[in-house]
């Protein structure tokens, strides 16, 4: 069973930072991008950021760029979004996912989606 598990949430001031992880431990990790969607209370969700299979392509949504970044690290089956410059707006749930394409390239897509995990709260206070 493919198991997709997300950490790194928690509470932070406007303007601090957080990065979140991406375990997906006995997975085929290297085969698949990497997507981090988002979902606020009442919000719908939203496509964050992506990273190809050999981390060579990245997307991010307008709502994060210049402040998000993500990166992989295939040897540890684990994927990261460093959250910069945090604001209230960014508070939801964050959960991460995984997609097959052919190629090295990545959509903010959800419903291209294979694997999810439970997601990771993170709370940005002003």
């Known amino acids: 069973e493919v198991q997709i598990v997300e950490s790194g949430g928690g509470s932070v001031q406007a303007g601090g930072s957080l990065r979140l992880s991406c375990a997906a431990p006995g997975f085929t990790f290297d085969e698949y991008a990497i997507t981090w969607f988002r979902q606020a209370p009442g919000k719908e969700r939203e496509g964050v950021s992506c990273?190809?299979?050999?981390?060579?392509?990245?997307r991010f949504g307008d709502s994060v760029k210049g402040r998000f970044t993500i990166s992989r690290d295939n040897a540890k089956n684990t994927a990261y979004l460093q959250l910069n410059s945090l604001k209230p707006e960014d508070t939801a749930d964050y959960y991460c996912?995984?997609?097959?394409?052919?190629?090295?390239?990545?959509?903010?897509?959800?419903?291209?989606?294979?694997?999810w995990g439970k997601g990771t709260l993170v709370t940005v206070s002003s």
């Open positions: 990273i190809g299979s050999s981390g060579s392509s990245a």
């Open positions: 996912a995984a997609a097959r394409y052919v190629g090295l390239g990545c959509y903010l897509a959800p419903n291209d989606q294979a694997y």
